[in-house]
T-cell receptor, first 114, second 115 residues
């Protein structure tokens, strides 16, 4: 079982709708969770991070964490064509807050159709 | 401007010819790391460094070397490249410790082809 799993997609969502991206992780002790966006041919950039159970909102983005079920989600409201990208879920599997134990999923490709 | 600078952006080489990919950050970050990205496999960590003169293996270190002689620089060295090292490489840095300091800043990437 992979440590961080994502559906590779592509996930196609109409413009203006809500895009829902999911990620599951295997290490129950994980404490930090991140979502990175990567445009084709570009480097990943951090868009959300969450450390505690529940929801965290930032503009059109909401991260949801459920440690009991070991999944983390990213919701994108009012999806725009500029949201078309690959979204990487990253989980810190270490017991201490160190960047060295961050594991990435293989990414979900999101396509927003006009 | 705060950034991680990688060079070169594209590199084509032949099997066995030593090469170095440079990485430099201007954010005074303690932590630096190298990843390779392959289709369907996501980002996999090659080596990382928690501070000057402190380096450690990641998940896929075979065939690679690194050094951290200065805080800002973290070059990736392929002593004898092979075709299975054809990949997209990213350097990343962060402050390192503490929940708010794990955020990674990535360089623009190096597309390496080994013939």
């Amino acid at each position: 079982q992979k440590e961080v799993e994502q559906n590779s997609g592509p996930l196609s969502v109409p413009e203006g709708a809500i895009a829902s991206l999911n990620c599951t992780y295997s290490d129950r002790g994980s404490q930090s969770f991140f979502w990175y966006r990567q445009y084709s041919g570009k480097s990943p950039e951090l868009i959300m991070f969450i450390y505690s159970n529940g929801d965290k909102e930032d503009g059109r983005f909401t991260a949801q964490l459920n440690t009991a079920s070991q999944y983390v989600s990213l919701l994108i409201r009012d999806s725009q064509p500029s949201d078309s990208a690959t979204y990487l879920c990253a989980v810190n599997i270490g017991r201490y807050s160190s960047a060295s134990k961050i594991i990435f999923g293989s990414g979900t490709r999101l396509s927003i159709r006009p | 401007e705060a950034q991680v600078t990688q060079n070169p952006r594209y590199l084509i080489t032949v099997t066995g010819k030593k090469l170095t990919v440079t990485c430099s950050q201007n954010m005074n970050h303690e932590y630096m790391s190298w990843y390779r990205q392959d289709p369907g496999l996501g980002l996999r960590q090659i080596y990382y460094s928690m501070n000057v003169e402190v380096t450690d293996k990641g998940d896929v270190p075979e065939g690679y070397k690194v050094s951290r002689k200065e805080k800002r620089n973290f070059p990736l060295i392929l002593e004898s490249p092979s075709p299975n090292q054809t990949s997209l490489y990213f350097c990343a840095s962060s402050l390192g410790f503490g929940s708010a300091n794990e955020k990674l800043f990535f360089g623009s990437g190096t597309q390496l082809s080994v013939l």
